[in-house]
């Protein structure tokens, strides 16, 4: 990991640049994959599927004799441990309703708004070298919550055309029973246009490469909403003499393990501080089956020394981490400043990977500094807000003529002609 002592303010910037992916390249490779999609449907996606994941898929939907067959290749302890991380999930999901809103602004006026679900939801959920079966967690139970008509979840197969079978678990486990053996762009796509299996969706949820994000990014063009843009994992820690080193070292290397380009950061207190982890992350990579992963993605990551807390916290909001790890004496007050953040993780005993599995939040958050203007996932990501509204004579007479004066400010006479008829109509009722 690169190291800098104090950097200033106009140096930030350059020193925690993010992996840069080359889009345009990528929306090349990307666009003919969209469009072949779009053209061909389920023959596509089996070209692809032998193309990308090297397996002949015959049926492109996961029949429930596949399911049941999974849920008996599960390890008992971990069908357990993806129990409790459910409940704990929609404990904190369910909690995130709002009831409808109902006011009257001024009398004869009232004004309303009520939650709508999404009705249709595309779930792609990343099953290559790290199959990710937490991920149908945070995203299957707010879609489940939420109320959402039809779920639909694609996921890449193995080279002998099967789901991995936590996968499968976790997707019955909480209702989802319309499975696509697809992945990488070509999910997307499906999700996007829609083939002979795969409904077309109103919106796509869920993590994955950079050519999963530029399809994502290039289903906006075509009606389709996403979950947020998105890019790799990071994690930034702040540590001061209260941190445990090897704890710190831990959690930058969970991170650092995702991907080559996953980007891990410390900002140290001291550069005592800054040496002690670096000597825990150099004696914990070495034993971690991923490790040449770790390693390579350890490249793009930085330990700043940043001794003035002041400075260390306009850096953190600056960089806008997807997680963030406090662990300072003072913690409290740190919190309480901290405005761009995907998730924030408080203390030493609060590892990331808590929130990345089962404390109860969700781990499908804004990456690459998108933290500054987009929340993770949650309850509200399934769910329209529609406002309402109903107007009584006694409200159109109140609320009348200001409508007209502004109207006819903005020389909108269709407008205002809206309610002088109406307000006509009253005055000769009469």
Excluded at 125 to 142: D, E, R
Aim: net charge neutral; glycine share 6%.
């Amino acid at each position: 990991m690169k190291l800098i002592v104090n950097p200033s303010r106009s140096e930030w910037a350059k020193e925690l640049q993010r992996p840069i992916h080359k889009t345009k390249e990528i929306e090349k490779i990307v666009k003919p994959i969209m469009r072949k999609v779009k053209r061909m449907g389920d023959k596509a996606l089996k070209k692809f599927a032998l193309e990308y994941d090297h397996v002949q898929i015959k049926t492109l939907l996961v029949s429930a004799e596949e399911v049941q067959k999974a849920k008996s290749l599960v390890d008992p302890d971990l069908q357990a441990a993806i129990l409790q991380a459910k409940e704990n999930i929609e404990t904190f999901h369910a909690a995130q309703a709002t009831p409808d809103l109902v006011m009257e602004t001024m009398e004869g006026v009232t004004c309303m708004r009520r939650s709508v679900p999404i009705q249709r939801v595309g779930l792609y959920v990343p099953g290559g070298t790290a199959p990710l079966f937490s991920t149908v967690l945070m995203l299957g139970i707010p879609a489940n919550l939420a109320g959402c008509d039809e779920i639909i979840l694609c996921t890449p197969p193995d080279k002998e055309g099967n789901i991995h079978p936590a996968i499968l678990f976790t997707a019955d486990l909480i209702g989802i029973d319309k499975i696509v053996k697809a992945g990488g762009a070509q999910a997307v796509a499906a999700l996007t246009f829609g083939t002979e299996s795969v409904p077309k969706v109103d919106k796509i949820f869920g993590p994955g490469n950079q050519y999963v994000t530029a399809a994502k990014q290039l289903a906006t063009k075509n009606g389709v909403a996403i979950d947020m843009p998105a890019g790799p994992s990071e994690v930034l820690v702040y540590a001061d003499s209260s941190a445990v080193p090897a704890f710190v070292a831990a959690d930058l290397l969970s991170q650092a393990e995702h991907g080559v380009d996953s980007q891990v950061v410390l900002v140290a207190a001291s550069e005592k501080i800054a040496k002690k982890v670096e000597e825990e992350i150099a004696e914990q990579v070495g034993k971690l089956p991923r490790k040449d992963i770790a390693k390579k993605a350890l490249d793009n990551s930085v330990i700043v020394v940043m001794p003035k807390q002041e400075k260390a916290i306009e850096l953190i909001n600056d960089y806008a981490p997807e997680h963030l790890i406090i662990c300072v004496e003072n913690e409290d007050e740190v919190v309480s400043q901290i405005i761009n953040a995907g998730s924030v993780f408080i203390g030493n005993f609060t590892p990331e990977s808590a929130g990345d599995y089962a404390s109860g939040t969700n781990h499908t958050l804004p990456t690459y500094g998108y933290a500054r203007n987009y929340s993770g996932v949650s309850l509200d990501s399934f769910l329209k807000k529609i406002t309402y509204q109903k107007i009584t004579e006694k409200g159109i007479k109140n609320l009348g003529p200001t409508i007209e004066k502004m109207a006819e400010a903005e020389h909108l006479d269709a407008h205002k002609r809206a309610v002088s008829i109406r307000l006509k109509y009253l005055k000769e009722k009469k």
